[in-house]
Antibody
Framework: EVQLVESGGGLVRPGGSLRLSCVAS????????MNWVRQAPGKGLEWISY????????YYAESVKGRFTISRDNAKNSLYLEMNSLRDKDTAVYYC??????????WGRGTLVTVSS | QSALTQPRSVSGSPGQSVSISCTGT?????????VSWYQHHPGKAPKLLIY???KRPSGVPDRFSGSKSGNTASLTISGLQAEDEADYYC????????????FGTGTKVTFL
């Protein structure tokens, strides 16, 4: 059974930083490209970042470019999202998701990030 | 990149069929056959239902089907069941010059 478990969310002040993690099991992690997708309260889903299986290619949505950094450690079956200069609008549940067949095929349950003073 | 437009909610009786529309532009839904659909029960992990407009991953019931015409994609749920009450999101590739995916605004499916 595929499992993705996110962690690292919490309450942070505007301008602060946070590092999210996602641990995968039940899949050959180093064969999958990975993504972060978020959902603000009462809003829809928003794709924010992609990383290829070897970390050679990374993409970001304009809303987070320059502030967020995606990375992974295939030896630890882990995906990360380093978030800096956080804003109120970054408040959301953050999901990690595998990428295959032009879609996001497996997802975690998410971790909540709240940016508030 | 603007979100794809979905109806806020659709309702149906058990056993009926419901369809959810997903309207984009000629730069996303209208251009690429990379439309996918996700089912999300709040508090749980979203689940992939349809990819590449019409394809179903292994394990997804054939009650779920996808289609596309022009800039609008659709998800049809045939024989509505209790467990189908959830939020549904469409998604399309929109990366003319770079890797970009855009999701829909989301549709809540409920029983009448």
């Amino acid at each position: 059974e595929v499992q993705l478990v996110e962690s690292g969310g919490g309450l942070v002040r505007p301008g602060g930083s946070l590092r999210l993690s996602c641990v995968a099991s039940g899949i050959r992690f180093d064969s999958y490209s990975m993504n972060w997708v978020r959902q603000a309260p009462g809003k829809g889903l928003e794709w924010i970042s992609y990383i290829s299986s070897s970390s050679g290619t990374r993409y970001y949505a304009e809303s987070v470019k320059g502030r967020f950094t995606i990375s992974r450690d295939n030896a630890k079956n882990s995906l990360y999202l380093e978030m800096n200069s956080l804003r109120d609008k970054d408040t959301a549940v953050y999901y990690c998701a595998t990428f295959g067949d032009d879609s996001f095929d497996f997802w975690g349950r998410g971790t909540l990030v709240t940016v508030s003073s | 990149q603007s979100a794809l437009t979905q109806p806020r909610s659709v309702s149906g009786s058990p056993g009926q069929s419901v369809s959810i529309s997903c309207t984009g532009t000629r730069n996303d839904v209208g251009f690429y056959n990379y439309v996918s659909w996700y089912q999300h029960h709040p508090g749980k992990a979203p689940k992939l239902l349809i990819y590449d407009v019409t394809k179903r991953p292994s394990g997804v019931p054939d009650r779920f089907s996808g289609s596309k015409s022009g800039n609008t994609a659709s998800l049809t749920i045939s024989g509505l069941q209790a467990e189908d009450e959830a939020d549904y999101y469409c998604c399309s590739y929109a990366g003319t010059y770079t890797f970009t995916y855009v999701f829909g605004t989301g549709t809540k499916v409920t029983f009448l």
